[in-house]
Structure formats: structure tokens, C-alpha cells
């Protein structure tokens, strides 16, 4: 797979376009996710034509339409920052980007819970940063995250599995919209969607069953809006517990008995916290090679991001 390209507030990559001049580099942004991923950096301030060093800004008013103000000399410079938002989204929409990651906090770039001030100068973390905003409206069906959530482990898979998977995502659809290669792609797919939501999953194989009866173009908008609530869910342990037991049936006339309470002891340690999900996966995978099963070969699940990022490593 080419490398994913993710749109990110330059500030994260190390570049000094802070209000003071400074920046916010992010070392796992770039060191570690960014061996896998091109870098489309975004300042809203600076390319909306503030300077550096510049005054500070807050959000206020309502949180719903709020108002982007200078901090010392009260200047709104809301009206500047939505026209060229406007015309930066436009430009965002030809770099094929498989999500954002934002800087928390910021006016500008905030993901959730920004501080926004009101009629009495009273901050309550209800904003969501002007350009960030308009970019989640812009594009609905692509992961976001903000930095300082990343650290988190379980958000960090998350958002991480979603950008690898909306990268297969585009390049299954810039293949050519095809029903027939659709029911590939979501056969692929079956096992993540389940330890995701097995509601969801239940529901893409309805649509994908009954795909004969739409036009392509409404079953796919359908299937990657469902696809996109699925994996937004996070992938408990008990969910992945059931996908674990679901694989281990799988080689019933293959696995020893031996093998067969081997597996299924390790899968319950790892369900009473014992083991990280790693080691029930490394020895399914084990399996999927030593028997040779074609169908678990193409599960996305059991291989559905660079093991280098050991995402799959925390207990």
C-alpha cells in the first residue's frame, strides 16, 4: 500500500507557526505514523493571512456559530478565517486525504471541547475550532483525531485502523464501482466490521445482499456511510473475543485437541486481561498459514495495520 495521506495542523510537524512563533511538534506524528504516512500541513492562521508573531485569539458567542476574536484588541476576525476556509477545503478536496489529525485547544483547529467565552467572558469547553468545524461538514466520512487524544491507546488504534481502512476504502472505489467487487471488499472486511459493531456488520451484509436491487451509486453511498458508523465504534474486548472464538471455529477439522485448548486458553487470558490482543492474533495467524486457509488469508482483521506500530500490543 503507497503511503496515506493525512491532512495535520503544521504546528504538530515542528513548524513555527504558533501565535508566539513557536510550535507543538509531535514526535509519534511524525516519527512513528509518519513512516507510513504523507503529510498535508494546514495553519489556518497563517494561511489566512495572519503573521508570526501574531495577537492571540479565543472562540465566543454561541457555540453553534462562534465568533473567532483577538484576544487584546477585540478585532473579529471570523468573516477572514471562514473565506479562506472556504477555498482551502476546495483545494483539500483534490489531496486524496484518509483523515486529519488536529491540534486540541486551538480556536482555529480544535476538535472538540475548545474553550468558547461568553456574554460574560465565562469559558466553557463547548467549542469546536472554526476550521475544523467546517472541515468535519466538508468531510463527513473522514477519520479525525486530535493529537493529544493519540496518546490514548485505544483511540490511537482506532483512528490508525480507520485511516488504513479508508485508504482500501478509495482505492477499492477509484477501481470502478462494481457489485461484484463489492461483495469481495466486504467479504474481506466481514471480521472487522464485527469486532466493531456487530450491529453494523449485520447490516452491510443485508445491503450488500440486496445489492442487485439499487443503482451502484446508492449502494455505495449507503455502504460507506454504515462502514463509516462501524468502525467509529470502538473494538472492545468483548468484541474482539467473540471474532477470536468466531476465527477459532474455523479450524475445527484442522487444530488438535491440544491446539484447540491451547487457543482457547490463550484467547480467555486475553479476555480476562492477561495477554494484549497480539498474541491470540499471531497465533490464529500462525494457523491461517500452517492450514492454508484461503477465506482468513483475506480477513483485514487479522492483518489491518502495519504490525511495526504495535497497536494491538497494550493489555
Known amino acids: ?55 492571540s485569539m479565543h472562540l465566543e458567542g454561541d457555540p453553534e456559530n462562534p465568533r473567532l476574536i483577538t484576544t487584546r484588541t477585540r478585532r ?12 482551502r477545503l476546495e483545494e483539500l478536496k483534490a ?10 485547544n486551538s480556536p482555529s483547529s480544535g476538535m472538540e471541547r475548545v474553550k468558547i467565552f ?26 479525525v483525531e486530535e493529537e493529544g487524544r493519540l496518546h490514548d491507546e485505544v483511540l490511537r488504534e482506532n483512528f490508525i485502523e480507520r485511516i488504513f481502512q479508508r485508504k482500501r476504502w478509495d482505492d477499492h472505489v477509484r477501481g470502478g464501482k462494481d457489485l461484484g467487487r463489492l461483495v469481495q471488499f466486504h467479504t474481506d472486511h466481514k471480521l472487522l466490521y464485527m469486532a466493531h459493531s456487530p450491529k453494523h456488520h449485520r447490516e452491510l451484509g443485508k445491503l450488500v445482499a440486496e445489492g442487485k436491487t439499487l443503482p451502484l451509486d446508492t449502494l455505495y453511498r449507503r455502504y460507506e456511510d454504515i462502514m463509516t458508523e ?11 473475543t467473540n471474532v477470536l ?40 495467524n500462525h494457523y491461517v498459514r500452517k492450514y492454508d486457509q484461503p477465506y482468513l488469508k483475506r480477513q483485514v482483521y487479522l492483518n489491518p495495520h502495519p504490525v511495526e506500530l504495535k497497536l494491538r500490543n497494550h493489555a
Open 95 to 104: 489531496e486524496n486525504l484518509c483523515g486529519f489529525i488536529f491540534k486540541s
Open 118 to 143: 461568553d456574554a460574560k467572558g465565562m469559558p466553557q469547553k463547548k467549542g469546536v475550532g472554526i476550521f475544523a468545524g467546517l472541515f468535519m461538514k466538508a468531510f463527513p466520512h473522514l477519520p
Open 1 to 55: 500500500m503507497e503511503k496515506i495521506r493525512l491532512g495535520v495542523s503544521a504546528c504538530l510537524l515542528g513548524q513555527p507557526v504558533r501565535y508566539d512563533g513557536s510550535h507543538k511538534h509531535d514526535r509519534y506524528i511524525t516519527d512513528i505514523l509518519g513512516v507510513y504516512v504523507d503529510y498535508v500541513p494546514v495553519c489556518p492562521e497563517v494561511e489566512c493571512g495572519m503573521g508570526i508573531p501574531r495577537e
Open 76 to 87: 473579529d476576525v471570523t468573516d477572514q478565517m471562514l473565506r479562506w476556509a472556504e477555498k
Open 245 to 284: 472464538f468466531h476465527l477459532m471455529g474455523y479450524f475445527k477439522k484442522e487444530l488438535s485437541p491440544s491446539e484447540k485448548e491451547e487457543l482457547r486458553e490463550i484467547i480467555e487470558a486475553y479476555y480476562r486481561g492477561h495477554y494484549p490482543l497480539i498474541v491470540p492474533i499471531t497465533l490464529i
Open 230 to 240: 462501524a468502525l467509529k465504534l470502538k473494538a472492545t474486548v468483548k468484541k474482539n
